[in-house]
């Protein structure tokens, strides 16, 4: 049993995304570096569509199905350290920029690194501070 999981779900590193199929191949480092066949990344579904692709390097933990339709999956990336802290759940990027909601501070933060651009009409309830207006 233990042998058959361990054929079923491996984790390797992304060693190529393909944006435009929502592929990867994964480079499996305890199996003499075998690479996977591209294979589809798991997203959550729903209203909104997400297109959280790992990056080249990334640790990935895939399911090895061989069941026709695919070879495999993708279920995620392994990340070497989780941003935030446990009351700030959001989308964190390498640039310093972030939207997140902090459970503790009741807000919804956003930090832009290069300015924010809205596409239609903005509605404001509540009051407006502003700092730095030029």
Request: charged share 20%; net charge neutral.
């Amino acid at each position: 049993m233990a042998n058959l999981l361990a054929e079923l779900i491996k984790i390797g590193k992304c060693s190529t995304v393909d944006f435009k199929t929502g592929t990867i191949t994964a480079t499996f480092p305890d199996r003499q570096d075998k690479v996977s066949p591209d294979i589809p990344v798991l997203f959550p579904g729903g209203f909104g569509a997400k297109n959280s692709m790992p990056k080249e390097g990334d640790d990935v933990i895939c399911l090895m199905l061989g069941n026709g339709k695919s070879n495999g999956v993708c279920l995620g990336v392994i990340p070497d350290a989780t941003p935030g802290t446990a009351d700030q759940q959001g989308v964190y990027f390498e640039d310093g920029s972030y939207v997140y909601y902090d459970r503790s501070q009741k807000k919804l933060m956003v930090k832009a690194a290069s300015g924010v651009q809205i596409d239609g009409d903005l509605t404001v309830t509540g009051r407006v501070t502003a700092a730095n207006i030029k």
